[in-house]
């Protein structure tokens, strides 16, 4: 068995939006070797019941620690928003998501304490960047919508067209009346649509990526339980539940040059 | 056991969207119980591999044979196109997709054989419509587009706004550029946007939606196997293997009063 700081970090996606936080990881932390494992298979997860979305996170978990992994960070914030209390209850290893690190960043940039919050239908229903932020700012004031079309038109590679704009004006409408400065795009694959989310609800709102802080809270949890990895040239290693070639075809719309996809079906 | 012909229809979809044929179904036989399955805990298969689509598709089969019905008719375009063989080659009663019926219904239509085919990324790459075409009209000119944005616009209600009609604008300028005379909504949720595609494509262009043919022929089928129903009220059950409430959310929002949902889940 490898050192235990030598085995490689899980990134666990429902699919191919996580790549913006394996993107984040490789460049804060260049050494770690890192696998990628987007469920395509059940993706997206942002319509699924929290037991299905949870039954799908672990299943992908134990694979990931049966690969060896030494850490595993959910990249998918619904898979964060749902399951991260089971994923840490259940597994041995550290496990982290992108709602703390998203609140957190969020709490650190807001001004006025007024912050948006725009994800998949399920993450909002759950409430859960609402508890993370009011747990270090508790006299937050929120506005949450869900945007479930966001997602479609990133995958079909639509980030700057007009119809994406008229989608955004429609679904931010609320946000923009509720006077937030700060809005967390909650799904990993909203910070595609950032030109035009910025231009629909103007420049002065600030907008919080979870990605970077993710990694950065990474960064510092590995070093805390002496699991970082200090040299070396970090490899990556990428596997989806189905449909490996559309994944490839799809990463590379998004701009991540993935080499090769290993195809891991689940039973069913 | 009851007799043959006392037995329910299993209608299978991916998801919500089979509603359409469901309600073709109960209006062309009446008598007959019918039991749906949308098997949300994998929707949507149009950006799935056959593999597993094929595989859902088994499962659902499966349990809809041990709940005792007498034929599958499976509305989903998808699984029609890449899972009938299968289907058909694994299960003992007779299974009829919506394939075949729109092919044939478009041959019918079509004056000058030009044919225009639109679905999902996953029924547009099989080339399942244009085969079944080809069989009954050999000489068929065909041109296909996929259009994976149409489903998720229909899920959210958006069946009339103006986005959704530049969306189509753009999805079928190819179809339009083919000078088709006919052409055929590949997808459940796509005659729910008949009248903005009918706007987009001109009032010549003839729209072929299988639901109807599909039930006509579920309906020459069973009478040929002596399994038709002829007296009763028939009866709806409806199953989903995930997010039951979601699935009365929408069916509503589709105008299809289902009245309760069964949860029945995979085991992953």
Known sequence: MKSASRRPIGVFDSGIGGLTVLRALARRLPHEDLIYFGDTAHVPYGAKSPEAVTRYSLAVARFLEKEGVKALVVACNTA????????????????????????????????????????????????????????????????????????????????????????????????????VDTLILGCTHYPLLKPIIGRVVGSKIRLIDSAEETAKETEARLDKEGLLRRSGKGRRLFYASDAPKRFLRVARRLGVNVKSVKLHPFDI
């Open 80 to 179: 964060s928003a749902l399951a991260l209390p089971t994923l840490k209850k259940k597994l041995k290893i550290p496990v982290l998501g992108v709602i703390g690190p998203g609140a957190r960043a969020a709490a650190g940039a807001t001004r006025g304490g007024r912050v948006g919050i725009i994800g998949t239908e399920a993450t909002v229903a759950s409430g859960a960047y609402v508890e993370a932020l009011r747990r270090v700012l508790p006299k937050a004031r929120t506005a949450s919508t869900a945007c479930p079309l966001f997602v479609p038109l990133v995958e079909e590679g639509w980030w700057s067209r007009g119809v994406t704009e008229d989608v955004a004006r429609e679904y931010l409408g609320p946000i923009k009346k509720a006077k």
